[in-house]
């Protein structure tokens, strides 16, 4: 009882080095690579809490692809407004609202880990990784926890389009999270608007990382992570994850330790509907030829 009592006193404002984030574009394959480290002990799965959709409203807003005359240039609403004292997170007053806003965010974390603590499906010291597909606030939300770990999943671009595409077909799965099926005479105006955001958040993400201290990011590629899953895995728990896993408390019939990572899960199965759709490297030319390409090229 003590122990359980104990380990619900646990914070992130106390704990900071315990919060991981996986950062980079969504449809890169962070939805498998957060289920092989929940495989951790301890650890605490925070699986899209769309932190960055909230705090990183996109100027101009995505019909500008389809009916601005000349091709836009992405921003988000932060960038516009950050020198407005009026703003509510003008640069002026972030002394005011960043410590609350930090707060807000430990709060909401502390509850779902003392959760999962309660529940038994975490103990000790919880390991909460964050999989934030609004990645380009990265640099925000590193501001607030520069103790904070990061994982920076990079994806050629040109497959995380083709997946996304995928996503607003009717018998997609993001028809069920306000996506929309796209008309065959708009996908290359969608094809253009997800380039634009796959390259702003790339970009963020990369300045976010080279700005955060060396020991607490690691950098893995998808084409990496799918081709050798166990390599890729040890570089992660390396920087981002100084736990074992759930196997490791014991050893092997060989008399050897296990290893402090999971064993690597197989990619998910490819279904056009579902929601983690594995893809192999390279394939985005077959279903983005001709005018969708140039698109991508242009971009």
């Known amino acids: 009882m003590d122990r359980l009592a104990s380990e619900l006193d646990f914070s992130l404002a106390d704990h900071e080095d315990r919060l991981v984030w996986i950062f980079g574009s969504s449809r890169s394959g962070s939805t498998w690579l957060l289920r092989m480290l ?11 809490p769309h932190l960055g959709h909230h705090l990183g409203v996109w100027r101009p807003i995505p019909l500008a692809w389809a009916a601005a005359d000349a091709e836009p240039e992405l921003t988000t609403l932060n960038e516009v407004k950050r020198h407005r004292a009026s703003y509510f997170f003008s640069d002026r007053y972030e002394d005011a609202w960043k ?6 965010i430990v709060a909401r974390f502390d509850a779902q880990a003392r959760d999962a603590l309660a529940s038994g499906s975490a103990s000790g010291m919880p390991l909460v990784i964050v999989k934030e597909p609004g990645s380009h606030v990265a640099d925000l939300l590193l501001s607030l926890f520069p103790s904070s770990r990061m994982i920076f999943l990079l994806r050629d671009g040109r497959d995380v389009v083709d997946s996304w595409v995928a996503a607003h077909r009717p018998d997609a799965w993001a028809m069920r999270e306000g996506a929309f099926a796209v ?16 390259t702003y958040r790339t970009e963020t993400v990369q300045r976010a990382y080279g700005a955060h201290e060396p020991s607490r990011r690691v950098l893995v590629r998808y084409e990496d992570l799918l081709e050798d899953p166990t390599v890729a895995l040890e570089r992660v728990c390396a920087t981002a994850a100084s736990t074992r896993s759930r196997q490791s408390s014991s050893r092997s019939r060989s008399g050897t330790p296990t290893p402090p990572c999971p064993a690597p ?12 759709r594995a893809a192999g490297a390279g394939v985005w ?7 969708c390409t140039r698109s991508w090229a242009r971009s």
């Open 183 to 198: 008309a065959p005479e708009r996908r290359e105006t969608l094809v253009r608007w997800l380039s634009t955001v796959w």
């Open 99 to 104: 410590p609350a806003l930090r707060q807000l």
């Open 38 to 48: 929940s495989e951790l002990d301890g650890t605490v799965p925070v699986d899209d």
């Open 285 to 291: 030319p077959r279903p983005n030829s001709g005018p």
């Open 265 to 276: 899960t197989r990619v998910p199965t490819r279904r056009s509907a579902q929601r983690s």
